[in-house]
């Protein structure tokens, strides 16, 4: 009886996808980045906390790894969030000195590519940090794109998926351009987080309860 009032409690943690305590803390949640040509600043957001953090990524051939919890104590995939990049084009830019971030955030079973909007994820830029505009995708990573003439191949460590992005006056006559890129995002659980915590939470009362 008692087994089979546990086995019900589990089958109602997977269709309610209740998370288990602790549940998230082995989640990847590594974002890797890039710019054409500096990575300043890079803040996240989430539940009323904000932290910057300067990491000077300044060689746009390859992407920097960044542990969103390091930046943010227990950054958690499931709630929502916003991740700030300050970046900046180093001399006069034209189509031989482009512009540019390239960003993927793995979130568990969950990648986030730079310049891919969907329902629940925007890409946007800003000069001031008040007005955002939707970023101008340039192509995706490795594609034939201006950063062809540069890089002959994609920067390791990021998916052809993601794309990258800058504004829309990245040709425009002008020099030493300082821009912020930003993500939002409110991911809705997927089957994955489901599955995961309810797992998660049998896993612990059969240890707790059979173990
Ligand atoms: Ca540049």
Redesign the pocket.
Known sequence: MKRMYLVYVCVGLLLLGIPAAGAWASYDVTMYSTA??IVDTITVEQSGASNTTTVNYNN?QHAYPLDLNTVLNTFDPTKNFAITWKCE???D?NSG???ALLAQINLGATTLYSGVNTANVLWQVSTDGKNWATATPYGNNGGGNIWGNNLNGPVAGISGSAQWIWDDKNFAAGKDQTLLVRVEAVPIPGAFWLLGSGLAGMIGIRRKYFG
């Open positions: 054409d040509n746009w084009n180093v001399g830019y000195n482009p512009a």
